[in-house]
């Protein structure tokens, strides 16, 4: 099985910078795609980055192409987030998924193990 744990979350001023971490265990790591969502309150829950071993390249939502990066370290089973030029509307609870095999969709319904939340809080 898969387990996650994210971490890094914190409280960042407008246009500062944070990068989170996903620390991945379970034997299928390299099997699955790697997702960062965010939760905002009173908002769905909607995808910012994934990357799989099987993608060429990671994807993101068009919304934050430039200033989200997402790679990995297969050595340590860790995979980050860098998030650049942070916005008060970027303000929300951070958690990374797995799912089985590509990156194909940015509904949180097809990705099937989740880690805990981390807290990311931008101050304007």
């Known amino acids: 099985d898969v387990q996650l744990q994210a971490s890094g979350g914190g409280l960042v001023q407008a246009g500062g910078s944070l990068r989170l971490s996903c620390a991945v265990s379970?034997?299928?790591?390299?099997?699955?795609?790697i997702g960062w969502f965010r939760q905002a309150p009173g908002k769905e829950r909607e995808g910012v980055s994934c990357?799989?071993?099987?993608?060429?390249?990671?994807y993101y939502p068009n919304s934050e192409k430039g200033r989200f990066t997402v790679s990995s370290d297969n050595a340590k089973n860790t995979v980050y987030l860098q998030m650049n030029s942070l916005k008060p509307e970027d303000t929300a609870a951070y958690y990374c998924?797995?799912?089985?095999?590509?990156?194909?969709?940015?509904?949180?319904?097809?990705?099937?193990?989740w880690g805990q939340g981390t807290q990311v809080t931008v101050s304007s």
């Open positions: 379970g034997s299928t790591f390299e099997d699955h795609a």
């Open positions: 998924a797995a799912a089985p095999g590509r990156c194909t969709s940015w509904s949180p319904a097809e990705y099937d193990h």
């Open positions: 990357i799989s071993n099987f993608d060429d390249s990671p």
